[in-house]
């Protein structure tokens, strides 16, 4: 099993969604996932969407990787109940035994990051998260995460 199917494995076991992401045209090596979520925010029922992206370039010195999540709802009651949006991008280097993690978070409605290793990368899967207040958890917030994966898109 590799790296991203051991992610979406752990994120479906936990009850999170794993969305596949998809290579977008001629050429560029982006992987974007795109979610709708619904939760109840002032007693009312709330349903925004957000999306993430990630894409890498490599050449024989270095890889970087360019990551982001953004909330894309235009109702005012989700950039209301908008607690963070975050970013974390999960990479391995190449013949590396451990883990290494850059991430970006803010207040939202976006935030992005970038990384640039001086070695190749066996994997980088990117898990991109939105914290909404919610009444269902109060006070603790309501998350939602998806992945992508800008490596595998581009192994196809």
Known sequence: MGFAE??????????LPFIASGAVP????????????SFTFGGKPVTCTFSGWSEWDADDIAVQVDFGTDLLTGDRRCARALESVSATLTYRRAGATEDEYSAARGPGPSTSGELIV?????????????LFRCDEHAPSPCAFHLFTDPIAVNSK
Do not use: C, P, Y
């Open 118 to 130: 001086r070695d190749q990368l066996d994997r980088a899967v990117v898990t991109h998260s939105v």
């Open 6 to 15: 051991k992610v979406a494995a752990t994120a479906l076991a936990t009850g």
């Open 26 to 37: 001629a050429g560029a090596e982006t992987a974007r996932a795109q979610q709708d979520v």
